[in-house]
T-cell receptor, first 115, second 109 residues
Framework: ETGVTQTPRHLVMGMTNKKSLKCEQH?????MYWYKQSAKKPLELMFV???????ENNSVPSRFSPECPNSSHLFLHLHTLQPEDSALYLC??????????????FGPGTRLTVL | GQNIDQPTEMTATEGAIVQINCTYQ??????LFWYQQHAGEAPTFLSY??LDGLEEKGRFSSFLSRSKGYSYLLLKELQMKDSASYLC??????????WGAGTKLIIKP
């Protein structure tokens, strides 16, 4: 595997379910990100991890819970979601070194539908 | 507040040139990015500007004017595969990326 991978690619869940999204990067990067992408809206940054430490939580509801066990893996645990949480969830990574531009590399995303 | 503006949709003809504009108002500036996103796929990095001027990379060029809070992405010799959304993003003083909603580019034969 190369780049950034995400599983599952598609997920349908009820509002009472608990599920987890998984992201893995094979690039040796130090930072990982979760984004929410809704139709015709800007990417919304949810969480940032630098060297496994969470450095950003952009007022995300507690029904979304991130976990970063090491610098290569990132999870997003979901529980009691709402229909408005239906969106594409993108994971990204970046080198997070002093070298610019420090661009982010994205995974293919998980298309989440909450019924 | 922080804001990135870009047109929602543009249409162009195969073989032609198109310019996608992006204006921004952010708390600080540490570079501007352009990404390409094909339908159902991940965004992929296209270009990065941190100083004023034009950066050319093959058929794609990106321009930045920091004093005007303005950038554009120029695509030449358009091909059908260039049909995609183009996302503008600015890195602010907190080193976070602020994203525009994207411009959907439709290429017609």
């Amino acid at each position: 595997e190369t780049g950034v991978t995400q599983t599952p690619r598609h997920l349908v869940m009820g509002m009472t379910n608990k599920k987890s999204l998984k992201c893995e990067q094979h690039l040796g990067h130090n930072a990982m990100y979760w984004y929410k992408q809704s139709a015709k809206k800007p990417l919304e940054l949810m969480f940032v991890y630098n060297f496994k430490e969470q450095t950003e939580n952009n007022s995300v509801p507690s029904r979304f819970s991130p976990e970063c066990p090491n610098s290569s893996h990132l999870f997003l645990h979901l529980h009691t979601l709402q229909p408005e949480d239906s969106a594409l969830y993108l994971c990204a990574s970046s080198p997070a070194t002093s070298d610019l531009p420090d661009e982010q590399f994205f995974g293919p995303g998980t298309r989440l539908t909450v019924l | 507040g922080q804001n990135i503006d870009q047109p929602t949709e543009m249409t162009a003809t195969e073989g032609a040139i198109v310019q996608i504009n992006c204006t921004y108002q952010t708390s600080g500036f540490n570079g501007l990015f352009w990404y390409q996103q094909h339908a159902g796929e991940a965004p992929t990095f296209l270009s990065y500007n941190v100083l004023d001027g034009l950066e050319e990379k093959g058929r794609f060029s990106s321009f930045l004017s920091r004093s005007k809070g303005y950038s554009y992405l120029l695509l030449k010799e358009l091909q059908m595969k260039d049909s995609a959304s183009y996302l503008c993003a600015v890195r602010d003083s907190n080193y976070q990326l602020i994203w525009g909603a994207g411009t959907k580019l439709i290429i017609k034969p």
